[in-house]
């Protein structure tokens, strides 16, 4: 890299984030510093990878049908020839929506995230929900990896609640190196 | 007295909320504007400096409204 293109701390104001966990706590905290950072002008990328994905879901109920049949809409980042049926079975278990997710302690069978955002709403803190819709409102660029889209039978297109760019590791490396703050939740 | 253009309120809002309402009403106004800021979060004037610290911005002046509200006006 040519010396004039090398981005130092006091030069880069771009920041990623990335959300490897489906957890409550640690999806709330990486959406709050995300906002937090964008709303103070930094350029922020936020990766959502394997349980992380839960996060950006749309719910659906237990008994739908879109919970238990693979999508047929193959969309970005789909491989249609290397699909098998047992697909359905992790989809169909996995936890989706930014109202069904887990605690990462004090779970109690659902009962600790039911608690807790009735102590946050109670508090005036936000709901993950509405962490998401403030920063794609302040220019957030919310990126998901490929590979997890394809394990996971992922309809990029109609099953996620904002649009995400589906990129690999490379793009991910690229905005690591040029960003002065990574953090991995 | 100073001409407030525009003002917002985030009473019972908690961190991060304060700083996201502020960024996005900064972001829609003119360079020399005035914005009055409402909020009662214990570190909402806290939020308030750190965020004109890193957009430049000037605070005027801070008033206690009342016993737990804080208003605050910046000048864009």
Redesign the interface.
């Known amino acids: 890299m040519p010396e004039n293109n090398v981005v130092t701390f006091e030069t880069s104001n771009k920041a990623t984030i990335l959300l490897l966990s489906g957890e409550l706590d640690k999806a709330i905290v990486a959406l709050?510093v995300a906002?937090?950072m964008?709303?103070?002008?930094t350029q922020v990328n936020l990766w959502f990878i394997f349980l992380g994905l839960n996060v950006l879901k749309k719910p659906t109920g237990f008994f739908s049908r879109k919970r238990w049949l693979l999508s047929k809409n193959f969309s970005p980042g789909r491989n249609p020839e290397t699909d098998v049926g047992l697909q359905a079975v992790i989809k169909a278990f996995n936890h989706d929506g930014p109202d069904q997710l887990p605690l990462s302690q004090l779970n109690y069978f659902g009962l600790g995230p039911r608690l807790l955002n009735y102590l946050m709403k109670k508090?005036?803190?936000?709901s993950v929900l509405k962490l998401i819709n403030?920063a794609r409102?302040?220019g957030v660029c919310f990126k998901i990896c490929q590979p997890c889209v394809d394990v996971l039978a992922l309809d990029v297109k109609n099953d996620l609640i904002v649009d995400a760019e589906v990129s690999g590791v490379s793009s991910y490396v690229l905005d690591t190196r040029t960003s002065y703050y990574n953090a991995v939740f | 007295m100073s001409v407030v253009h525009a003002s917002i309120t985030v009473t019972?809002?908690?961190?991060?909320?304060p700083?996201?309402e502020?960024?996005?009403a900064a972001k829609n106004m003119r360079p020399g504007e005035i914005l009055k800021i409402t909020g009662d979060?214990p570190i909402f004037e806290i939020s308030v400096r750190?965020?004109c610290a890193?957009?430049n911005l000037e605070i005027i002046s801070v008033t206690n409204e009342n016993s737990s509200q804080v208003g605050i006006l910046i000048r864009c």
Not at chain 1, 123 to 126: E, H, L, N, R, T
């Open positions: 709050e906002c937090g964008a709303a103070m002008g508090k005036g803190s936000p403030d409102e302040l | 019972g809002k908690c961190c991060p909320l700083l996201i502020l960024a996005k979060d750190d965020y890193s957009q």
